[in-house]
């Protein structure tokens, strides 16, 4: 594992403990990961949508591994990317769309882990729709319906049945849905949205669990109304309270979810990251955690999307977002220690690392 840094260990005293990571096991199961951008790694890039919903390109990527801008949302790993190597210490599953020609190597590599998150998609399939996405959750289940049958036909239903239920099953969406409502329908009633979202991210994740499904790991929505666009939208430059009311919905509607599936489905269990709890302490308290910037973005504008021409920070670890709405390397590196290691006031029923069964 990298060297940590100092920050790093501050955070860690504060919210996990520092015996927390030393002698854990390693998690062996496949993770297939569904969601959105904070999730994505490099899906978009086969796909025609609009260049807001793209990342690769620089600065993109110019902290991963040979500054390569793989589509990742971020200077360099990614949410997926963190947890992935906190549980197993290997790289997380690369993007369907990436393995489903090379029919070859496929079969091989599906058994390690599969990616289907796509930036600006969401649970409802009418979601990113301006932004030309056709990738919603619903979509994504059906690409994991093809590598459900794929893994069964080279391992029999017996054994897939098992190997999947040892799977973790890694969930991050839902910020798209609210913008896209807060968007484009903000005159609709709000109850209809929010029942809308319950019943059908319930039925996604029943679907998941019909498939053979039994660990999730759901991250909420994250404050959204505090990243740097919709920031621009309250004069005073604070956060947009709006957006944010329905991010803690949002968590309330899935928890309620998560608890009634984990009463219905025997064996179904899950781990609840609270990613709008974690953030908003680390806004409120952001020198505690070795971050100097979280209103601002470290490349591009509150008005304009990353790319190579625009302005570029050169301390990254001190600020939160990277862009315009995503968070940097450093904050995600964060973000999935406390989902790994944290007591219940951030992630419920368990954290990630007793969830996937490598905790000490
Ligand atoms: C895979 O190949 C098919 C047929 O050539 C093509 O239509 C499709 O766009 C390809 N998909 C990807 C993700 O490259
Ligand atoms: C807006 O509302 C209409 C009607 O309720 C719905 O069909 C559409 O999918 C919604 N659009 C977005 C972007 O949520
Ligand atoms: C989105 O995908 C569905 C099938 O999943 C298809 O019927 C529809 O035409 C697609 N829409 C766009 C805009 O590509
Ligand atoms: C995976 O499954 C789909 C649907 O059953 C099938 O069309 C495809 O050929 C399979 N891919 C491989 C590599 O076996
Ligand atoms: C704007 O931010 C301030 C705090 O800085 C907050 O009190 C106010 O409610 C916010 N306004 C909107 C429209 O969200
Ligand atoms: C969410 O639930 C908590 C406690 O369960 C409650 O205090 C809070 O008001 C709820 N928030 C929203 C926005 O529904
Ligand atoms: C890149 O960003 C700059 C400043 O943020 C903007 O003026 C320019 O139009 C962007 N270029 C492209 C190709 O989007
Ligand atoms: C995770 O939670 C369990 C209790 O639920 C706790 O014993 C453990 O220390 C926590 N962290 C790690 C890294 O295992």
Known sequence: MEAMRFSTWVFLFL????????????????VFVFGDSTVDVGTNNFLLVS?????????????????????????GYNIADQIVR????????????SLVNHTSSFKRKILQGVNFASGGSGILDGTGGGYNNNMSLGKQIQQFVTVHSN?????????????LSKSLFLISVGSNDILDYLHFN????????LTAIHSTYHDHLKSLYDL?????????????GCCPLLRQYNFSGGCLEEANEYAQSFYNATEDILKQLSLELPGMTYSLGNLYE??????????????????????????????????????????LFWDWVHPT????????????????????????????????
């Open 151 to 163: 893994i069964t036909e080279l391992r029999g239903p017996e054994e897939t049945a098992d190997m």
């Open 278 to 319: 974690m953030t908003t302490i680390v806004i409120e308290d952001q020198y505690a955690f070795g971050l100097k910037n979280t209103d601002t973005p470290c490349c591009g504008s509150a008005l304009y999307q990353c790319n190579q021409t625009a302005s570029l920070c050169s301390n990254r670890d001190e600020y």
């Open 51 to 75: 260049q807001e919903i793209k990342a690769n390109f620089l600065y993109n990527g110019i902290d991963y591994p040979y500054s390569d801008p793989t589509g990742r949302f971020s200077n």
């Open 15 to 30: 919210f996990v403990g520092p015996e927390a990571i030393e002698a854990s096991k390693l998690f062996e199961a496949p």
């Open 329 to 360: 390397q450093f904050a995600s590196r964060l973000v999935a220690l406390t989902l790994y290691g944290s007591s219940t006031r951030f992630v419920t029923p368990m954290n990630f690392s007793r969830l996937a069964g490598v905790d000490v």
């Open 212 to 224: 053979g499904a039994r660990k999730f790991g759901i991250i909420s929505v994250p404050p959204i």
């Open 186 to 193: 903000g005159s609709h009633s709000p109850p209809n949205f």
């Open 86 to 97: 906190l549980l197993s210490n290997k790289r997380s599953p690369p993007a369907f769309l």
